[in-house]
């Protein structure tokens, strides 16, 4: 079992995908870390800073049916070259005016808003991608190795972020971030791949019809689509850097580095949970999905309550565990029952429950905490979270 659970690293090509991916995470992760913070700063407002939210939202709610469609059309690396290059110039831009002193809160927006858009078109060629550099029988063995990567990334950003916010400059964050999306087009660039990658082969037809058969897809797949809509309910109700970083300033009363250990706790927990699903892979995805959501309710409430700096850093780690668990098991089970040639609009639906329900969290986030307060707001999303999970339950053991 554990042999199998190594499997995925047997191909050259997927650990250069996964190398490159963690590399990106981590730099992603520093920059959201940054830009959290910084605005809080600037605006001293919950809610312009959880509109930074809605900029990134808004263009992958749009465009991710767009994005998943073209990456069933075109070859998914070139599209990745095109998204990869232009965030790291983004970076590099935001990072030159807040070196020079002209940054303003408005240029984050603007950042939030220009990442949703490449990230609605890079992020279902990279599911895309990855499954297909494995052959099937290691495709759980891929996916938690990149939820992995996305846990490593989660530890370790954070920490890094705020280091270079308490002892460097606003700048520095978005250096490191545009230095890391080298590792990925390096990665990108030495992948061995086929001139014409199979799904090209493929005639999706038009882009309305490739996008209604990625929604159409998961309609008729009930434990697909249960997962999914569970998926929503966690993004806009549960955890999010909008809350974490208004209870870290103003509840805990700690800075940017305390921020730092707070988001970099989400991410060890993650990897906990990837060490653990690499050597002990779960079969029932459904089950675990729902007992993993239910636990992770509670400690959500539990994040609410605490008022001590340690017990809010250990609460999440364990709220990070069933997180992990809980997207690896959703993520498995999409690409498990998807053909190749319909896996990057499969996954573009994935990416607008994930991406596109995440960042209208923060919004929501932002707008109860300025009325109710940030534990208020996070103990509301532990209850509806809760009455999801509730409802799935029944529905399941009447079946």
Not at 47 to 55: E, K, S, T, Y
Not at 113 to 123: D, E, M, R
Not at 271 to 280: K, Q, S
Not at 329 to 334: E, F, M, Q, S
Request: proline content about 4%; aromatic content about 8%.
């Amino acid at each position: 079992m554990a042999l199998r659970g190594l499997e995925a690293l047997r191909s050259r090509n997927y650990v250069l995908y996964l190398v490159g991916h963690f590399t990106s995470q981590t730099g992603a992760w520093v920059e959201q870390t940054a830009v959290s913070w910084i605005l809080y700063e600037m605006t001293g407002s919950a809610l312009l800073l959880g509109l930074a939210g809605l900029a990134r939202a808004v263009p992958t709610l749009a465009l991710a049916l767009i994005g998943g469609a073209i990456a069933d059309r075109v070859p998914r690396r070139t599209m990745l070259y095109c998204t990869e290059s232009t965030m790291l110039v983004n970076s590099l831009v935001i990072g030159i005016l807040a070196w020079s002193g002209k940054l303003e809160y408005w240029h984050l927006y603007v950042l939030s808003f220009v990442n949703g858009t490449l990230s609605a078109f890079s992020v279902p060629a990279r599911q895309a991608l990855f499954a297909g550099l494995v052959p099937k029988s290691a495709v759980q063995s891929a996916v938690t190795f990149n939820a992995v990567a996305v846990r490593c990334g989660v530890l370790l950003g954070p920490s890094i972020g705020g280091a270079a916010l308490a002892y460097g400059s606003y700048a520095a964050p978005f250096w490191i971030n545009a230095a890391t999306f080298i590792g990925m087009l390096l990665a990108l660039r030495s992948m061995d791949l086929p001139s014409a990658e199979p799904h090209a082969r493929s005639k999706p037809g038009t882009l309305r019809q490739g996008m209604s058969e990625g929604l159409r897809f998961v309609r008729d797949h009930p434990p697909l689509r249960v997962a999914l809509a569970l998926e929503v309910v966690s993004g806009l109700f549960g955890h999010n850097v909008t809350l974490i970083t208004i209870i870290a300033k103003d509840v805990l009363g700690t800075g940017a580095q305390g921020l730092g250990w707070l988001l970099s706790a989400l991410g060890a927990g993650g990897m906990t949970a990837m060490i653990f699903m690499v050597f002990a892979p779960f079969r029932h995805h459904m089950r675990v999905i729902l007992t993993a959501g239910a636990i992770y309710s509670l400690l959500l409430a539990g994040f609410a309550l605490s008022h001590w700096l340690a017990l809010s850093v250990g609460v999440l780690f364990v709220l990070g565990t069933c997180d992990g668990i809980w997207g690896v098991n959703r993520n498995t089970l999409a690409q498990t029952t998807v053909p190749d040639t319909l896996r990057g609009r499969v996954m573009s639906v994935v990416v607008l429950t994930t991406r596109g329900s995440a960042p209208l969290g923060r919004l929501q986030a932002g707008f109860l905490a300025d009325f109710l307060g940030a534990p208020v707001a996070t103990l509301i999303g532990a209850g509806v979270i809760a009455g999801a999970i509730a409802r799935w339950w029944s529905l399941r053991r009447a079946e």
